[in-house]
């Protein structure tokens, strides 16, 4: 199952980058909260949603771009939760920092995990507690590493956060990067960063892949009260702040 999620996501990525290198139009439009979405996160989350449908028709999928209400949703326990483009901010500004995301959720954990960077041909994965980045066709486990001082990894997009400023100046010795998308789960997870911390707000498509990916690794992905990132459907979409961390 997971080789064929991963090649559902390599496939999705191939069609965004049709329209990054500009063999398609952009099309780009804002949605009701301002986010923006282009031709890129329909083509890719109609190629995720036939293939998942032929993979497996009877498990439900939630992709960003096709939220179903509330009413169909709330007596799922096993579904596919999907970002076809994650960091589509970063795909206009054309930085490479945009990821595929395919989470399989069971009882409100991320069980299963892809994340695929088009641009950098990374291809992060994870199912049975076990998870992998793929090098050169070849997949190699990933762990957590430790760091000193601590790397920390923040948005590239909202790193001008006053909550995450102050908790940056009590952290005590660190050094920072920045990168986008769920690229900072990935970071974490091959040992490269030892903490992300988010207090700005995300979706739970933006979170389940690069969660599972990052738990399969090693790290801990909790909320601010110390409580693990739940995915039991609910009507917001909205995850709280939460952090990514080895320890």
């Known amino acids: 199952m997971l080789e064929n999620i991963c090649q559902l996501a390599r496939e999705a990525g ?60 709330q007596s799922w326990q096993r579904y596919w939760l999907v970002d076809p483009l994650d960091g589509t901010k970063e795909f206009l500004k054309r930085n490479g920092e945009f990821t595929v995301n395919i989470a399989l959720i069971e009882n409100g954990k991320a069980v299963m995990g892809v994340v695929y960077a088009p641009v950098l041909k990374e291809m992060y994965s994870a199912a049975e507690g076990k998870a992998w980045k793929e090098e050169g066709g070849v997949n190699n486990p990933i762990h957590i590493r430790d760091g000193k001082p601590p790397l920390v990894v923040i948005s590239r997009s909202h790193g001008n956060d006053p ?60 909320d601010w009260q110390g409580r693990p990132l739940d995915y039991t459907p609910r009507e917001s979409f909205l995850n709280p702040g939460f952090r990514v961390s080895i320890f």
Not at 33 to 53: F, K, R, W
Not at 178 to 207: H, M
């Open 14 to 73: 191939d069609a965004i980058m049709r329209v990054y290198n500009g063999e398609q139009p952009l099309e780009a439009s804002s949605k009701s909260d301002d986010s923006p979405v282009t031709a890129a996160d329909i083509a890719a989350h109609e190629i995720i949603m036939a293939g998942l449908q032929k993979l497996t028709p009877e498990i439900p999928v939630l992709s960003e771009e096709a939220p179903q209400s509330w009413d169909e949703r």
């Open 163 to 222: 909550e995450l400023n102050e908790y940056l100046q009590q952290l005590g010795e660190h050094q920072t990067t920045s990168i986008g998308s769920s690229l900072k789960f990935c970071l974490v997870a091959e040992g490269k960063a030892q903490l992300y911390p988010r207090f700005g707000p995300t979706n739970i498509w933006d979170t389940a892949a690069g969660h599972a990916v990052a738990v399969a690794a090693g790290a801990h992905v909790n």
